[in-house]
């Protein structure tokens, strides 16, 4: 079974940047396109960001659209997500995992620690 660990997190002031990582254990990505989820204080979780297997393609919600950068590096079983021009309201615990794709839904119900972005305004 494949083991998500995300890292990248931290405190940023609105217009800031961060980086986010997603490597893999006990399995590869192998086959999976990926994606980028997030769940805000009292909120459900949502989707962010996914791209395909082979990195050809990618899909953004709107929200992010422009500010935020999924790429992947499947020799090194790692998916990025590169947020540009942060906001408030990007302030949530940011997950990974395998996508349905091209539908925006987690493949597994098996979720990581997360990692925490707070934006300051």
């Known amino acids: 079974q494949v083991q998500l660990v995300e890292s990248g997190g931290g405190l940023v002031q609105a217009g800031g940047s961060l980086r986010l990582s997603c490597a893999a254990s006990?399995?590869?990505?192998?086959?999976?396109?990926m994606g980028w989820f997030r769940q805000a204080p009292g909120k459900g979780r949502e989707f962010v960001a996914g791209?395909?297997?082979?990195?050809?393609?990618?899909d953004y919600i709107d929200p992010v659209k422009g500010r935020f950068t999924i790429s992947r590096d499947n020799a090194k079983n790692t998916v990025y997500l590169q947020m540009n021009s942060l906001k408030p309201e990007d302030t949530a615990v940011y997950y990974c995992?395998?996508?349905?794709?091209?539908?925006?839904?987690?493949?597994?119900?098996?979720w990581g620690q997360g990692t925490q972005v707070t934006v300051s305004s």
């Open positions: 995992a395998a996508v349905n794709w091209p539908l925006r839904s987690p493949l597994f119900q098996s």
């Open positions: 006990g399995r590869t990505f192998s086959g999976y396109a």
């Open positions: 791209i395909t297997w082979s990195g050809g393609s990618a």
